[in-house]
Protein backbone atom coordinates (compact mmCIF):
# COMPACT_ATOMS: atom_id res chain seq x y z
CA UNK A 1 0.00 0.00 0.00
CA UNK A 2 1.27 3.25 -0.83
CA UNK A 3 -0.28 6.65 0.27
CA UNK A 4 1.08 9.76 -2.10
CA UNK A 5 0.28 13.17 0.07
CA UNK A 6 -0.24 16.11 -2.06
CA UNK A 7 -1.65 20.10 -1.72
CA UNK A 8 0.58 21.81 0.40
CA UNK A 9 1.92 25.06 -0.16
CA UNK A 10 2.37 28.49 1.25
CA UNK A 11 -0.73 30.61 2.33
CA UNK A 12 -0.97 33.64 4.81
CA UNK A 13 -2.72 33.74 7.94
CA UNK A 14 -6.69 33.05 7.66
CA UNK A 15 -6.48 31.10 4.02
CA UNK A 16 -7.25 27.69 3.25
CA UNK A 17 -5.62 25.00 1.82
CA UNK A 18 -6.62 21.46 0.52
CA UNK A 19 -4.93 18.65 1.02
CA UNK A 20 -5.32 15.14 -0.58
CA UNK A 21 -3.82 11.73 -0.09
CA UNK A 22 -4.38 9.07 -2.92
CA UNK A 23 -4.72 5.21 -1.61
CA UNK A 24 -2.77 2.97 -4.22
CA UNK A 25 -2.11 -0.82 -4.01
CA UNK A 26 -5.21 -1.82 -2.06
CA UNK A 27 -8.53 0.24 -1.81
CA UNK A 28 -8.51 2.94 0.79
CA UNK A 29 -12.14 1.89 2.06
CA UNK A 30 -9.74 -1.72 3.75
CA UNK A 31 -8.71 1.27 5.90
CA UNK A 32 -9.07 3.75 8.69
CA UNK A 33 -7.60 6.93 7.43
CA UNK A 34 -5.96 9.40 9.40
CA UNK A 35 -3.87 12.90 8.92
CA UNK A 36 -0.97 13.87 11.35
CA UNK A 37 1.68 16.79 11.20
CA UNK A 38 4.83 17.73 12.61
CA UNK A 39 5.79 21.19 13.05
CA UNK A 40 10.20 21.40 13.57
CA UNK A 41 11.02 20.53 17.02
CA UNK A 42 8.15 19.16 17.82
CA UNK A 43 6.83 15.77 18.33
CA UNK A 44 4.33 14.52 15.53
CA UNK A 45 0.73 14.92 16.43
CA UNK A 46 -2.64 13.94 15.45
CA UNK A 47 -4.60 16.38 13.77
CA UNK A 48 -8.11 14.05 11.96
CA UNK A 49 -9.31 10.71 11.54
CA UNK A 50 -11.75 9.30 9.21
CA UNK A 51 -13.79 5.56 9.62
CA UNK A 52 -13.61 3.45 7.00
CA UNK A 53 -17.25 4.23 5.50
CA UNK A 54 -16.78 8.24 6.19
CA UNK A 55 -19.59 8.13 8.89
CA UNK A 56 -17.34 9.04 11.61
CA UNK A 57 -14.45 11.65 11.74
CA UNK A 58 -12.54 12.70 14.82
CA UNK A 59 -10.31 16.29 15.03
CA UNK A 60 -7.84 17.39 17.14
CA UNK A 61 -8.87 20.25 19.46
CA UNK A 62 -6.63 22.57 17.96
CA UNK A 63 -8.47 21.96 14.66
CA UNK A 64 -12.16 21.49 15.23
CA UNK A 65 -14.28 23.58 13.22
CA UNK A 66 -11.40 24.47 10.78
CA UNK A 67 -11.02 21.88 9.13
CA UNK A 68 -12.75 18.84 7.65
CA UNK A 69 -11.66 15.26 6.84
CA UNK A 70 -13.62 13.66 3.86
CA UNK A 71 -12.75 10.29 1.53
CA UNK A 72 -13.90 9.66 -1.60
CA UNK A 73 -13.81 5.56 -1.43
CA UNK A 74 -14.42 5.22 -5.17
CA UNK A 75 -11.53 7.57 -6.01
CA UNK A 76 -9.31 5.97 -2.70
CA UNK A 77 -8.53 9.51 -1.79
CA UNK A 78 -9.01 10.83 1.25
CA UNK A 79 -9.13 14.95 1.86
CA UNK A 80 -8.30 17.61 4.19
CA UNK A 81 -9.79 21.24 4.00
CA UNK A 82 -8.37 23.35 5.78
CA UNK A 83 -9.71 26.89 6.48
CA UNK A 84 -9.03 30.01 8.56
CA UNK A 85 -5.28 28.55 8.60
CA UNK A 86 -3.36 30.04 11.97
CA UNK A 87 0.40 30.63 11.61
CA UNK A 88 0.81 27.28 14.51
CA UNK A 89 -0.97 24.92 11.84
CA UNK A 90 2.57 25.22 10.24
CA UNK A 91 3.83 21.82 9.68
CA UNK A 92 4.65 18.58 7.57
CA UNK A 93 1.46 17.09 6.91
CA UNK A 94 0.87 13.21 6.75
CA UNK A 95 -1.52 11.13 5.80
CA UNK A 96 -1.86 7.54 7.32
CA UNK A 97 -3.93 4.21 6.88
CA UNK A 98 -5.08 1.69 9.86
CA UNK A 99 -5.81 -1.44 9.21
CA UNK A 100 -7.48 -2.16 12.50
CA UNK A 101 -10.84 -2.45 13.87
CA UNK A 102 -10.56 -0.92 16.78
CA UNK A 103 -13.40 0.92 17.41
CA UNK A 104 -13.32 5.00 18.22
CA UNK A 105 -10.41 7.10 17.57
CA UNK A 106 -7.18 4.83 16.74
CA UNK A 107 -3.84 5.51 18.60
CA UNK A 108 -0.95 6.60 16.05
CA UNK A 109 1.55 3.54 16.71
CA UNK A 110 -1.62 1.35 14.90
CA UNK A 111 -1.24 3.48 11.94
CA UNK A 112 0.51 0.84 9.54
CA UNK A 113 1.11 3.24 6.03
CA UNK A 114 2.35 6.61 5.82
CA UNK A 115 2.68 9.11 3.43
CA UNK A 116 5.48 10.99 2.53
CA UNK A 117 4.05 14.06 3.79
CA UNK A 118 3.08 17.70 2.03
CA UNK A 119 4.39 21.03 3.66
CA UNK A 120 2.33 23.26 4.77
CA UNK A 121 3.28 26.98 5.72
CA UNK A 122 0.87 29.74 6.94
CA UNK A 123 2.59 33.24 7.03
CA UNK A 124 1.63 35.70 9.76
Known amino acids: VQLQASGGGLVQAGGSLRLSCVVS????????MGWFRQAPGNEREFVAAISRSGSTTYYADSVKGRFTIARDNAKNTVTLQMNSLKSEDTAVYYCAAASTWRDGLIPEYEYDYWGQGTQVTVSS
Open 25 to 32: GRTSSRYA
